[in-house]
């Protein structure tokens, strides 16, 4: 505070302390719990096993047969962990970017119910913890599973382990990834000018010819983000490569084990999240380099047709083939999430039981604690960590993202860089890094709850950050423009002018956070423990244990708790009204 005082009155930061303050609390933020961990456990990999520092430390684990052994191409064994981790996400990035892209089309180019429905049931992968499909296909095709007891039944076959491995990871990723590349192209192929379609038509250009030479071109930036986002998604993924990976090893799964197993090996551990935090950044590279500096800007200030012109009967019918397989398997997955928590024993004894809710979550009135439900602690402890961490989360969000949008200062292109920092190291690594570096002096964190939320702020960040500035950019300057000309602050400018039409962005940064703090757990599974169990980490566990029915009925729970905390959020936070209001004409604005 002192030093954002000074600096104001120095002249920087426009001479504002609010600003000030905001960007030297932000940037220490993340210096202190994202750059300094990260730099921390990058340190670690020199470790030479013996007290001391050794450069080749690392190279002995990096060019190592196990890390990029290519045995599996003549048959003489299994690959090495990185080509079957590179393997694994760019074959789920590429199905993921096609179907989203499909889905895409489906929702902004179509028009039926067959459009609102998938509107409606693309929200729920995005809400359920991030193994709840997992779970699902093993409850559909595990050895117990519903299809594999089908066909024993009718056709006599013997169940198999086909679930588990590359195609079970592959097939789960799918399913729980495509929503975001999804809701990435959606707004991308929503933005495409129906001008375009228009002048193309005018100029005799068939379906097929308006769609390759104008619409795929133009969907390359959001086809090269969704790509890049289920890669790093993939690339990180620990959830569903730890339930169906079987005898499949992914860096993920690798460097958990290095630390919580039987190796107790932070050198190693430290040596893969370098290796994944590298493949990270060279997936940014080249998502920048594929873009390059062209231009894809098509929406100027001139009028536009309304409507854009129909696709290709063929690509409509390819797209609505997708939305049909896409929508069916989701009602089969949650269906199945739904009625798996009420029978005795999946795949034994089908009997409608309450049983494993009762487990999880009975009460026993008159005790001295009525909770006496197993799964009590866990859900309690995680909803209050993500009813402080949405708000928190929010705010920070808002304030960083109104920082980078409205106010010019020295040093703004390197706030915004530190802002997103976190979004480049994938949660695996930042697990780790937060074990070795808070594990003692002078921040003694690890084991506590505090780490778990200052965790999830950071993870969060960026996102809100992204949230906050597309929605400013909707806002005509001139607003706030006006407010600083008549005499107010900014912080009132802020308060006043702009908040009031961020409603939609707040609403959602409140939900995201809270959906996120509910159901994240690849970089928090390092840093629970025996006094703050998360319910991801709680349903895991049960997983693990074989504990399925218990695991369903939890993860019912939570799909639940979200969908009525989005529910609430929306109706007390509201939506921005941008049109006229009662007997007058534009937006009322009051500034004192």
């Known amino acids: 505070s002192c030093l954002a005082l000074g600096l104001s009155q120095r002249g920087y930061f426009g001479g504002d302390a609010f600003v000030a303050g905001t960007v030297l609390s932000i940037s220490l933020l993340v210096g202190v719990f994202t750059l300094v961990p990260t730099a921390a456990m990058l340190s670690h990999a020199f470790d030479d096993g013996h007290g001391g520092h050794a450069w080749t430390a690392p190279l ?98 013997v169940p198999g382990r086909w679930i588990y491995g590359v195609q079970g990871i592959l097939l789960a990723q799918l399913f729980t990834f495509t929503p975001v590349a999804c809701l990435v192209l959606r707004g991308v192929v929503e933005g495409i000018s129906p001008a375009l379609d228009e002048a193309a038509q005018t100029l005799r250009a068939g379906p097929y010819q308006r769609f390759f030479s104008i619409t795929l071109p133009l969907a390359k930036p959001g086809l090269t983000s969704a790509f890049l986002i289920c890669f790093v998604e993939s690339l990180t993924d620990f959830g569903n490569p730890i339930l169906l990976g079987g005898n499949t090893e992914v860096l993920a799964t690798d460097i958990f084990f290095a630390i919580v197993g039987a190796q107790q090996d932070v050198g190693r551990a430290a040596s893969l999240s370098a290796l994944l935090l590298g493949l990270t950044l060279v997936a940014l590279w080249l998502q920048r380099r594929v873009l390059g500096k062209a231009s894809y800007a098509t929406i100027g200030g001139k009028g536009a047709a309304t409507r854009h012109a129909p696709l290709p009967v063929s690509l409509q019918r390819a797209c609505g083939s997708a939305a049909v397989l896409w929508s069916a398997l989701t009602l089969l997955v949650f269906m199945l999430v739904l009625v798996g928590g009420f029978v005795v024993n999946w795949g034994r004894d089908y009997q409608p039981s309450m049983v494993h809710y009762l487990n999880a979550f009975g009460v026993t009135p008159g005790a001295a604690d009525p909770l006496t439900g197993v799964a009590w602690e866990s859900l309690l402890g995680t909803l209050g960590m993500a009813l402080l961490v949405a708000p928190l989360g929010a705010v920070l969000g808002l304030l960083a993202g109104w920082v980078i949008s409205r106010q010019q200062f020295s040093g703004k292109r390197l706030f915004e860089a530190f802002s997103f920092l976190p979004l480049a190291v994938p949660g695996t690594v930042i697990g780790v890094a937060y074990v070795l570096s808070f594990n003692g002096p002078p921040l003694e964190l690890t084991g506590g709850a505090a780490i778990i939320v200052i965790c999830l702020l950071c993870r969060n960040l960026p996102v809100l950050v992204q949230t906050t500035v597309a929605a400013l950019a909707q806002v005509e300057r001139s607003l706030g423009e006006a407010s600083l000309t008549l005499g107010a602050s900014n912080l009132q400018t802020l308060l006043r002018i702009e908040l009031p039409l961020l409603r939609q962005a707040l609403s959602g940064s409140l939900i995201y956070g809270f959906v996120r703090a509910m159901t994240t757990i690849t970089a928090v599974i390092f840093l629970v423990s025996a006094g703050h169990e998360l319910a991801t980490t709680f349903i895991i566990n049960r997983v693990i244990n074989g504990d399925y029915g218990l695991a369903v009925a939890y993860s019912t729970l939570l799909i639940g708790l979200s969908l009525v905390v989005v529910a609430l959020v929306q109706r007390l936070v509201g939506r921005r009204r941008a049109g006229p209001a009662s007997g007058a004409g534009g937006i009322p604005i009051h500034v004192s």
């Open 60 to 157: 002995r684990l990096l060019y190592s047969g196990y890390l990029w052994s290519g045995a599996c191409l003549t048959g003489a064994g299994r690959c090495g962990t990185v080509w079957t981790t590179l393997f694994i996400a760019t074959m789920s990035a590429l199905l993921c970017t096609l179907v989203g892209f499909a889905l895409a089309l489906q929702m902004a180019r179509v028009r039926g119910p067959l459009t609102r429905v998938v509107q409606w049931l693309s929200v729920l992968p995005l809400i359920a913890p991030p193994f709840v499909v997992g779970l699902a296909f093993i409850l559909l095709f595990g050895r117990s599973g519903l299809f594999n007891t089908l066909l024993e039944s009718w056709f006599g076959i």
